[in-house]
């Protein structure tokens, strides 16, 4: 229901006096006000519209719905995830079926940096190849995507909950990514794979739509869990990685013969002393032939020093199912490789040239400043 009310007010209203009038409700659509004083016409066109309350409020409602449907919570965001999910779902598809395969991976940037990287103690997580982990997570995210774009979720799932599945995903995925990008730029220096760095592309753009489609205080509510399942993402990664030094967990190392590793690196005036006065100290290092992380520690004396540490092989005669580990590795009580044995401190893992030099007594400053 609308009505119009207008109003034509001739008045003298002179300049100097202010006359205050109080209308009915209900006027007639012309009312003229006439006195003896100079005429001056003054009129005031009021249009008034009125709408009966249901109508206002279903209207508003309507409105609110349609906002928030087509808003930041709603399909846009859930689209962006379904696409960005399907673009890492194939992607660690085909890393999964290199990975399955034992093909070589075509790397478009990089040479061969891909292939070492994907062939590295770091592409397995508790022996699951890391591309099959990630082609689980993305598919996931793609699924929960369309879901909520189509509000038709499965198990009786509500949107809400469906959100917050899907941050959940997303936060793990980006906290993951996060501490392989760390991964590869401390163990991995100067190699690039063009693979992992479009799936931390991929994996941080899918948390931020997510984060956009919750405001402020929403975001405040949840931001403990993000941490906890960010955090129990890197553990995850981070004992996995710590564990693959102490054994080979994937089923084609099960029978290696022995091998020397080569050190590349330059040492450096530094490093020579300090190996030096390891072997004056008699400081042992005790390591394996497949152990990577024995490898990085040599590479980080250099070629000329790693000769004068003492490395002691707890496989002298190459791994297989049933070897049994040296007995002067076995007599040390060897808990992961390398281990280091100072001064009487059995110390496991590797070790920088500060900690190093600082259990063994070597004076590092004195040294700095001789030269």
């Known amino acids: 229901m609308t009505s119009s009310c207008f109003l034509n007010l001739s008045s003298p209203l002179p300049f100097t006096q202010t006359h205050r009038l109080s209308l009915p409700l209900s006027l007639p659509p012309k009312t003229q006000i006439k006195n003896g004083w100079d005429r001056r016409v003054l009129i005031l066109r009021v249009k008034c519209l009125t709408k009966p309350n249901g109508d206002v409020e279903s209207e508003a409602e309507t409105s609110s719905s349609s906002s928030s449907a087509s808003g930041s919570a709603g399909i846009s965001t859930y689209s962006w995830c379904a696409g960005l999910g399907g673009i890492g779902f194939l992607e660690t598809s085909y890393l999964t079926y290199l990975k399955l395969t034992n093909s070589d991976a075509f790397c478009p940037i990089g040479g061969g940096s891909c292939g070492d990287v994907l062939n590295s103690d770091y592409a397995s997580v508790f022996g699951v190849p890391l ?56 163990k991995f220096a100067g190699a690039s794979c063009s693979y992992c760095l479009v799936s931390v592309l991929l994996s941080f753009s899918l948390l931020f739509a997510t984060i ?24 995850i990664l981070s004992t996995s990685y710590n564990m693959s030094q102490y054994f080979p967990i994937s089923s084609v190392e099960i ?43 040599k590479q980080m004396f ?30 040390v009580g060897i808990e992961g490789f390398p281990t280091w044995v100072i001064n009487g401190e059995v110390l496991s893992g590797e070790l920088d040239l500060s900690e190093l030099a600082r259990i063994s007594g070597f004076k590092l400053d004195d040294f700095v400043q001789s030269q």
């Open 131 to 186: 591309p099959l982990i990630g082609m689980f997570a993305y598919g996931l995210v793609t699924i929960l995507g369309i879901q909520l774009a189509g509000k038709n979720l499965p198990l009786g799932l509500d949107e809400n909950n469906g959100r917050l599945i899907l941050l959940g995903s997303t936060t793990s995925m980006a906290a993951a990514s996060a501490y392989f990008l760390y991964i590869l730029s401390t």
């Open 212 to 235: 956009k489609d919750y405001g402020l205080q929403e975001i405040q509510k949840v931001v403990g869990l993000q941490l906890c399942l960010g955090g129990l993402a890197v553990a």
């Open 255 to 297: 029978d290696l013969p022995f091998s020397s590793t080569e050190v590349t690196t330059e040492s450096s005036p530094l490093t020579l002393a300090l190996a030096r006065h390891l072997h004056s100290a008699g400081a042992k290092m005790y390591g394996a032939f497949w152990c990577s992380h024995c490898l990085e520690q």
């Open 302 to 331: 250099g070629r000329e020093a790693a000769k004068l540490l003492d490395v002691v092989e707890c496989f002298p005669d190459g791994y297989r199912k049933g070897t049994i580990i040296a007995k002067a590795c076995a007599d």
